[in-house]
């Protein structure tokens, strides 16, 4: 069944690239990533590869609610399988162009959460511990429904590491365009076929949070849904959960009391994959570093809809279709992503002067006697660290090597071409600044950033 499945995928991407088939499968233009992982590294398997300008299909599970309640995993999240690009080397990039985010479920979950002691050791969802046995990451398996109900599978006990504190269920309309909480009641209904709701896919690994019956705000208030994707990039140079790739959560694997700690020259191998940024939806692109051979691209934590900050730590994880472009950029050597959103997702600062704008700018110029500086495309450098103060100093930073300019003079341009946006507490940023077109096509960008802004 799931040959035929992956068939009938293959056979409609093919006919949208206008390729055989065959064309498509021999020439690796599309890959179909449907299996999942919750540590991604080195020691990864990764499958394709996939040529630059191929297509990947992936279907993550719900996830990062999920992850936390199924304690045998040892991530936050999970993603899927990271796919090889052909001729990637550490020292590229590759360009993530998100054509399009189908949200499978019919129902979510999420809120606020507290680690309850005695139920993990170091990170609770890394090493989730059997408070009765004591058995690290222990088998469970599910009794029913409810925060009871996900129970170790050595000794019966509940074993669940985290409690919320304040929880919500929405239920989706037909086409997925609105949310709305549900009572008590209705979440107890949804709970009893969670898997169902959540639209678990087959390869999936975690529990639905769906499961927990979480009712503590009103009923009927009404979300938006625009679907984006917490986690998607590359897999950094060490073996990590996937959940903690990203400057303000890898600080806590650093000489950790679990088996995936890492040390802390670690930290740089990285790749910031794990944003939480709201922009990074359909039509936006990612620029990844590559920071092992084959790049390996991995994707989940697909969320309905989130605020500026994902404040409360969680927001709206659901199962998804996720369909991405791969363009291979040769000798791009980034520390971090390179985000180009949606234009009208960019800070007011950064969005495209108008003619009007360029002609007054340009009657002050011509009349002191310079040129105005007209040839410029926006981008956004993500920057992350253990707090906020860090993570935009990690930005400023990585977007002057970008640029070729001083930290002083990014700050500078930020401040009149751009913008700092929290992506997410307690430390990731986006920073925004206008850069030179002639800059852009010394990186070998350039083409990007006009085809999002100026087509």
Same mark, same amino acid.
Request: with cysteine; glycine share 10%; proline share 7%.
């Given at each position: 069944?799931?040959?035929? !499945?992956?068939?009938?995928?293959?056979?409609?991407?093919?006919?949208?690239?206008?390729?055989?088939?065959?064309?498509?499968?021999?020439?690796?233009?599309? #890959?179909?990533?449907?299996? &999942?992982?919750?540590?991604?590294?080195?020691?990864?398997?990764?499958?394709?590869? $996939?040529?630059?300008?191929?297509?990947?299909?992936?279907? *993550?599970?719900?996830?990062?609610?999920?992850?936390?309640?199924?304690?045998?995993?040892?991530?936050?999240?999970?993603?899927?399988?990271?796919?090889?690009?052909?001729?990637?080397?550490?020292?590229?990039?590759?360009?993530?162009?998100?054509?399009?985010?189908?949200?499978?479920?019919?129902?979510?979950?999420?809120?606020?959460?507290? @680690?309850?002691?005695?139920?993990?050791?170091?990170?609770?969802?890394?090493?989730?511990?059997?408070?009765?046995?004591?058995?690290?990451?222990?088998?469970?398996?599910?009794?029913?429904?409810?925060?009871?109900?996900?129970?170790?599978? $050595?000794?019966?006990?509940?074993?669940? *590491?985290? %409690?919320?504190?304040?929880?919500?269920?929405?239920?989706?309309?037909?086409?997925?365009?609105?949310?709305?909480?549900?009572?008590?009641?209705?979440?107890?209904?949804?709970?009893?076929? @969670?898997?169902?709701?959540?639209?678990?896919?087959?390869?999936?690994?975690?529990?639905?949070?769906?499961?927990?019956?979480?009712?503590?705000?009103?009923?009927?208030? /009404?979300?938006?849904?625009?679907? !984006?994707?917490?986690? /998607?990039?590359? &897999? *950094?140079?060490?073996?990590?959960?996937?959940?903690?790739?990203?400057?303000?959560?890898?600080?806590?694997?650093?000489?950790?009391?679990?088996?995936?700690?890492?040390?802390?020259?670690?930290?740089?191998?990285?790749?910031?994959?794990?944003?939480?940024?709201?922009?990074?939806?359909?039509?936006?692109?990612?620029?990844?570093?590559?920071? #092992?051979?084959?790049?390996?691209?991995?994707?989940?934590?697909?969320?309905?809809?989130?605020?500026?900050?994902?404040?409360?730590?969680?927001?709206?994880?659901?199962?998804?279709?996720?369909?991405?472009?791969?363009?291979? $950029?040769?000798?791009?050597?980034?520390?971090?992503? $390179?985000?180009? *959103?949606?234009?009208?997702?960019?800070?007011?600062?950064?969005?495209?002067?108008? +003619?009007?704008?360029?002609?007054?700018?340009?009657?002050?110029? +011509? %009349?002191?006697?310079? @040129? /105005?500086?007209?040839?410029?495309?926006?981008?956004?450098?993500?920057?992350?660290?253990?707090?906020?103060?860090?993570?935009?100093?990690?930005? #400023?930073?990585? !977007?002057?090597?970008?640029?070729?300019?001083?930290?002083?003079?990014?700050?500078?341009?930020?401040?009149?071409?751009?913008?700092?946006? /929290?992506?997410?507490?307690?430390?990731?940023?986006? #920073?925004?600044?206008?850069?030179?077109?002639?800059?852009?096509?010394?990186?070998?960008?350039?083409?990007?950033?006009?085809?999002?802004?100026?087509?």
């Amino acid at each position: 069944m799931k040959k035929i !499945m992956n068939a009938s995928l293959l056979i409609l991407v093919s006919l949208f690239l206008g390729l055989s088939y065959a064309q498509a499968t021999e020439a690796k233009k599309i #890959v179909i990533a449907n299996e &999942i992982v919750d540590v991604i590294g080195p020691s990864c398997k990764m499958i394709g590869p $996939i040529q630059s300008g191929g297509i990947i299909i992936a279907t *993550p599970e719900a996830a990062c609610f999920g992850p936390m309640i199924t304690p045998h995993l040892k991530s936050g999240h999970t993603l899927t399988i990271p796919v090889s690009v052909e001729g990637a080397e550490v020292g590229d990039s590759v360009a993530i162009k998100i054509r399009r985010i189908k949200v499978l479920a019919l129902a979510t979950a999420s809120g606020t959460e507290i @680690a309850i002691e005695g139920r993990y050791i170091g990170e609770a969802d890394i090493a989730a511990r059997c408070p009765k046995c004591g058995t690290i990451n222990p088998p469970t398996e599910l009794k029913g429904t409810g925060p009871e109900a996900i129970c170790c599978k $050595i000794c019966g006990t509940p074993c669940i *590491p985290y %409690r919320v504190t304040n929880g919500y269920t929405i239920i989706f309309d037909e086409d997925r365009s609105i949310g709305v909480t549900v009572p008590k009641a209705t979440t107890e209904e949804i709970a009893k076929q @969670a898997y169902e709701y959540s639209a678990v896919p087959r390869n999936g690994l975690s529990y639905p949070v769906t499961l927990l019956s979480l009712a503590d705000l009103p009923p009927g208030i /009404i979300a938006r849904v625009r679907p !984006m994707i917490g986690n /998607i990039g590359t &897999i *950094p140079a060490v073996d990590m959960p996937s959940s903690h790739n990203a400057g303000d959560l890898t600080v806590f694997l650093v000489d950790a009391p679990f088996k995936l700690a890492i040390a802390k020259a670690d930290e740089a191998k990285r790749t910031d994959a794990h944003m939480d940024i709201d922009n990074v939806r359909e039509g936006a692109i990612i620029i990844a570093p590559v920071k #092992v051979p084959g790049a390996g691209i991995v994707v989940g934590d697909v969320h309905a809809m989130q605020g500026d900050g994902e404040i409360a730590g969680h927001t709206t994880d659901v199962s998804a279709e996720v369909t991405l472009e791969v363009e291979l $950029i040769k000798g791009l050597n980034l520390d971090g992503p $390179i985000l180009l *959103p949606n234009k009208e997702d960019l800070p007011f600062l950064a969005r495209l002067y108008n +003619d009007d704008q360029l002609r007054k700018a340009g009657v002050i110029a +011509d %009349r002191l006697g310079f @040129a /105005i500086q007209k040839d410029l495309l926006p981008i956004q450098v993500i920057g992350s660290g253990s707090n906020l103060n860090e993570a935009v100093r990690c930005g #400023v930073e990585r !977007m002057a090597r970008l640029a070729g300019i001083s930290p002083e003079a990014v700050k500078n341009w930020v401040t009149l071409t751009g913008g700092v946006e /929290i992506g997410r507490l307690p430390g990731l940023v986006t #920073v925004t600044m206008m850069v030179p077109i002639d800059k852009l096509k010394e990186l070998g960008i350039a083409h990007l950033a006009q085809g999002q802004y100026l087509e």
